[in-house]
């Protein structure tokens, strides 16, 4: 499996992760200031050359009832120009409590303030990334499930 470039889109920064070359673990990778337009698309085109990437997969913001808002219809709109700019499949995949989510591991390794205004974006794009992977992960073991039971 080639390496999945994780995004967590915010309004300042952009959050990247990058899949480990067999489609297991996400890993932070760098923040991105956000400078709008195509410096943005840019931005993410070098990571995704530098890590070898052959997909996207881009948190979509659901509100607390599980529907798109104002900031999911922006994300839509970010990932339909990555996949016109770049020629990539754009996934995109419920990133709800993520920043919570990726917060409280960083609480939990006693990583201070500072350090972790510095890297909550990145985390959070880990951990949006690391669900598409372990969803990923189900979708083949449930297919290899049937399978196996047809061939029964």
């Known amino acids: 499996m080639a390496r999945v470039l994780g995004i967590d889109l915010g309004s300042r920064r ?45 948190g979509l913001p659901l509100d607390c009832e599980g529907q798109e808002g104002p900031a999911a219809q922006r994300a839509r709109a970010f990932g339909d120009k990555l996949r016109a700019a770049l020629h990539l499949p754009v996934e995109l995949i419920d990133e709800s409590f993520s920043t919570v989510e990726a917060e409280a591991v960083l609480l939990e390794a006693d990583v201070s ?6 890297v909550i974006d990145k985390m959070a794009a880990a951990v949006i990334l690391q669900r598409w992977l372990d969803a990923e992960r189900g979708k083949a073991e449930n297919a290899i499930e049937e399978t196996t039971e047809e061939d029964s």
């Open 14 to 58: 952009i959050g990247v992760a990058v899949s480990d070359g067999l489609g297991l673990t996400a890993q932070p990778r760098a923040t991105i200031a956000r400078h709008g337009g195509m410096r943005d698309i840019d931005a993410i085109a070098a990571a995704v050359k530098e890590a070898d990437a052959d997909r996207i997969v881009l």
């Open 113 to 118: 303030r500072a350090r972790r205004k510095q």
